[in-house]
């Protein structure tokens, strides 16, 4: 037997980015091959927690339309601002949420365990065709005449490739040991310190429903992580579990390491002692399951000669946190790990086809990167960063405005342009687009409250029938029937419409800044106003998805993955 | 084979990681910022110097690695199918 030991692409990890991209070129007929250190995708990954709408909407299609394990809709963040935790001094804002009747269905994100989804993804790019490696550590690139040609792996083995995607995560050492960027600096690297407790769901559902939980405090009170390095306390209710993550970064700017593991048990004890809500509705609900770390970039973003380091080089691409695409707001890294896994994967096949891996030819994908909104607004939100200023002077002001425009409404005011100009331009490539989104929401809300998910031995939910629903299904076809027929007949003009707004998106965010006073009380008194008919009537939406056929809720290609 | 330790349950550790992180003593100043992030309690300072107690508990966080102003920490990632995994992360 000959061993295959050419390939076009090899991707080195296979966490949330690394199978997006082996996908994408496996599925456009080239030579890939995934390698993963792990014995299994992803089981190396920590930590799952939240993955924002927008890397669901705008992502790769094949997660988009298909029915990935997650764990739990979200539908907003309640933030405690801790202000003195000894006299139960703690004040809330919760203007982040998804209202009545949308929530949880048109959820803010999905919670997902890593392991799980890593492992979903990578098993699509098998099936797709890409050849999958597992326990094997990649050491170091081949390099011929200064172009990366490949991977040697811990046993010596040199296996050739056109081009290499480096999916490794923060720590780049394939990247670094490249030539290709340097080594971060530990004042952008954040520890995230992870516990993961078991919790019955009717529990979780009473006390949390699918709200996450955030805690800010001042570093004197050691209850929520010092806002100086950056973050507090964050709690995600998944389906049977809790997900508790303190995290901090390694120092503030050039100062002193802290002693992180003094502090950081110190945190955990003083929360799950003095916390009101924690003491008296979780504690008695409880039980540790897991306890593990992870060290990961979150400030790469906001660092000029860190963000302007090299994404690439002749034969190689970075993608995900190896890029140093990790979110400084949210501090989330799947959406931006999948969106540069989509384009490095179309950069790829490209090159490939103009039988040019050159440097030259590569630069596309740094472009597209610093071209992509969602991308580039997430790695440049300042508000979790500044919270140090609120710190230093003990500012309850500045703190609670940060937060606010950080995990509140008014994170909007940023988010708008760059949100705006990503929709309008997935309707101008294919308006269509706006149905497979409606769908995507109602399908994975059925598919998590009857955990019907795309995995080995999964049968949740398959042959069922629609039980007593059969007027709002055929309200619900019927809808999205009329929506098809006005997009086929007024498609056009929808792009020409789409094309128009692009340009004028730059336009929403300071609009939004300048309006935001106004709108958002009366935003917020409508919410309230309206929540005697909004309630039931999401109570009621929520009680046909579960009834309902799942075949109405697919796509083609999820219809034909199941 | 695999261990596991109360301390920190929910994750395995497959063995034969090997001494994939390495202190140079040459260089190690002994300033502890290893020892300081290190949740896993890798670390110990001898003669005022840092060096690995075991690695038997280690998350291949990299934290010891960023925090080393000496560069004196060689960080590598464990042979394959070694080291921690968890199936919660």
């Known amino acids: 037997m000959i061993m295959k030991t050419e390939y076009d692409v090899i991707v080195v990890g296979a966490g949330f980015g690394g199978p997006v991209a082996a996908k994408k070129c496996a599925d456009a007929g080239l030579r890939t091959l995934m390698i993963e250190r792990a014995r299994n995708a992803g089981e190396k990954v920590i930590s799952g927690l939240t993955i924002p709408f927008y890397g669901f909407l705008f992502g790769p299609e094949f997660i988009r339309d298909g029915n990935p394990p997650v764990e739990r809709p979200v539908d907003g963040i309640i933030n405690y601002i801790i202000k003195d935790i000894e006299k139960g001094d703690i004040d809330i804002d919760d203007s982040m949420r998804v209202p009545s009747p949308f929530s949880p269905i048109f959820a803010f994100g999905y919670n997902a365990y890593c392991e799980a989804l890593c492992a979903w993804e990578a098993q699509k790019a098998v099936e797709a065709g890409a050849e999958l490696r597992t326990s094997t550590t990649v050491t170091d690139v081949i390099r011929e005449d200064g172009h990366i040609k490949g991977i040697v792996t811990e046993g010596g083995e040199r296996l050739k490739s056109k081009i290499v995607i480096d999916a490794e995560g923060s720590q780049g050492l394939l990247a670094i040991r490249a030539g290709v960027r340097e080594k971060y600096p530990p004042e952008v690297i954040s520890l995230g310190d992870t516990y993961d407790y078991e919790m019955p769901k009717e529990d979780i559902d009473r006390i949390f429903g699918h709200t996450l939980r955030f805690c800010w405090g001042w570093d004197e009170q050691k209850i929520a992580p010092p806002l100086g390095h950056g973050n507090g306390l964050m709690l995600w209710p998944y389906r049977n579990s809790l997900h508790f993550i303190q995290d901090q970064c390694l120092r503030i700017d050039q100062k002193a390491v802290p002693n992180l593991k003094r502090l950081l048990e110190e945190y955990h004890h003083n929360l799950t002692t003095k916390l009101p809500w924690w003491t008296e509705d979780v504690a008695p609900h409880v039980t540790l399951r897991a306890r593990m770390w992870e060290g990961f970039e979150i400030y790469v973003g906001l660092k000029d000669k860190l963000r302007s380091m090299p994404n690439y080089t002749d034969g190689m691409l970075l993608i995900g946190d190896a890029a140093g695409l990790e979110s400084t707001e949210l501090c989330d890294g799947v959406p931006s790990a999948w969106f540069s896994a989509d384009i490095a994967a179309d950069v790829a096949i490209d090159a490939i086809n103009a039988n040019d891996t050159s440097k030259g030819f590569l630069k596309t994908y740094n472009e597209r990167i610093k071209a992509h909104p969602i991308i580039q607004w997430s790695i440049s939100g300042t508000n979790r960063y500044n919270l140090r200023i609120a710190q230093e002077n003990h500012d309850e002001k500045i703190l609670k405005k940060f937060i606010h425009n950080a995990w509140g409404l008014g994170s909007l005011i940023h988010l708008s342009s760059p949100l705006a100009k990503i929709i309008f331009s997935f309707i101008r490539k294919d308006p269509h687009i706006i149905i497979k989104w409606i769908r995507m929401y109602f399908r994975y809300y059925y598919n998590w409250h009857h955990e019907r998910y795309d995995t080995p031995g999964n049968k949740g939910g398959q042959g069922r029938a629609a039980r007593g629903v059969k007027v709002c299904e055929a309200t619900f076809r019927l809808t999205m029937w009329l929506m098809d027929s006005f997009i086929k007949v007024f498609g056009p003009l929808l792009k020409v419409f789409a094309a128009i707004m692009i340009p004028l998106s730059v336009v929403a965010s300071p609009l939004m800044k300048l309006l935001f006073p106004i709108i958002e009380p009366i935003y917020l008194a409508l919410v309230k106003i309206l929540a005697p008919i909004s309630r039931p009537l999401g109570k009621k939406m929520i009680d046909f998805v579960i009834r309902a056929d799942p075949a109405i809720f697919e796509t083609p290609s999820s219809r034909k993955e199941l | ?89």
Do not use: Q
């Open chain 2, 1 to 89: 084979m695999v261990k596991t330790f109360d301390e920190f349950p929910g994750v395995e550790w497959v063995e034969n990681a090997g001494d994939f992180i390495k202190v140079d003593s040459e260089k190690c100043t002994g300033c502890a910022n290893c020892i300081k992030v290190c949740l896993a309690g890798c670390y110990e300072i001898v003669k005022k110097k840092a060096r690995i107690k075991t690695l038997e508990k280690c998350m291949e966080c990299g934290a010891c690695w960023y925090v080393c102003e000496d560069d004196a920490i060689e960080f590598s990632w464990p042979p394959g199918g070694t080291g921690f995994r968890t199936n919660l992360g």
